[in-house]
């Protein structure tokens, strides 16, 4: 059971345009989300996340929205450099269980074109 | 470097033999995981330490799989016995208790031929 999606697989954007990856989850015990990005041959480095009482947390470029009502949520990179060219994935932990697991989406790739 | 870090970065083996990788994570974090990406996954969780202690293992873990954290420090994962179901990449993470965000290694890509 797949309890984190990601649904789509890639996306491609224009340079200086937003980039807007999405992800939606199913267990209502979630109540951390996370945005991990990560480049081939490395581990994942972590982004930006966002806690359940709030709906929106902003860093830099880097904004991350939750709807808790649909358990969904998207980050939104604007405006998009050729760097962020990379897989992103989204997490989500539930910070009452003791392990404070992540479970991760299966990803999606950014592509960033010139 | 004071970021996690893990050895050997790639391993190839024989279908049969025996595989160690170690995990180094950040020097005064108390939690370490270890968690296992195969191609077009994301991360899944395998087990995780608090300090010294084993404290929970996934379902995924067969016998096969042994991880260790003596006095709490770095920490090794075993595949005895490697099956070609076993080629993944696995990525220790270690964090602070109490805090979500972990910290990942670059991960030891492991092929099983």
């Known amino acids: 059971d797949q309890q984190v999606k990601q649904n789509s697989p890639s996306l491609s954007v224009q340079e200086g345009r937003i980039s807007i990856l999405n992800c939606d989850y199913t267990?209502?015990?979630?109540?951390?989300f996370l945005w991990y990005k990560k480049y081939p041959a490395e581990g994942p480095t972590f982004l930006i996340s966002i806690s359940s009482i709030k709906d929106k947390n902003e860093d830099g470029r880097f904004t991350v929205f939750l709807n808790k009502s649909a358990k969904h949520l998207s980050l939104h990179i604007v405006p998009s450099q050729p760097g962020d060219s990379a897989v992103y994935f989204c997490a989500a932990s539930g910070r009452r269980e003791p392990a404070q697991k992540l479970v991760f989406g299966q990803g999606t790739r950014l592509t960033i074109n010139p | 470097d004071t970021g996690v870090s893990q050895n050997p970065r790639h391993k190839i083996t024989k279908r049969g033999q025996n595989v160690t990788f170690r995990c180094d994570p950040i020097s005064e974090h108390n939690r370490l995981y270890w968690y296992r990406q195969t191609l077009g996954q994301g991360p899944e969780f395998l087990t995780y330490f608090q300090n010294e202690a084993q404290l929970e293992k996934s379902r995924l873990l067969s016998d096969r799989f042994s991880a260790e954290r003596p006095k709490g420090s770095f920490s090794t994962l075993e595949i005895q016995r490697t099956e070609q179901g076993d080629s993944a990449m696995y990525l220790c993470?270690?964090?602070?208790?109490?805090?979500?965000?972990?910290?990942f290694g670059q991960g030891t890509r492991l092929t099983v031929v």
């Open positions: 993470a270690s964090t602070l208790l109490g805090n979500t965000e972990a910290f």
């Open positions: 267990n209502s015990m979630f109540d951390y």
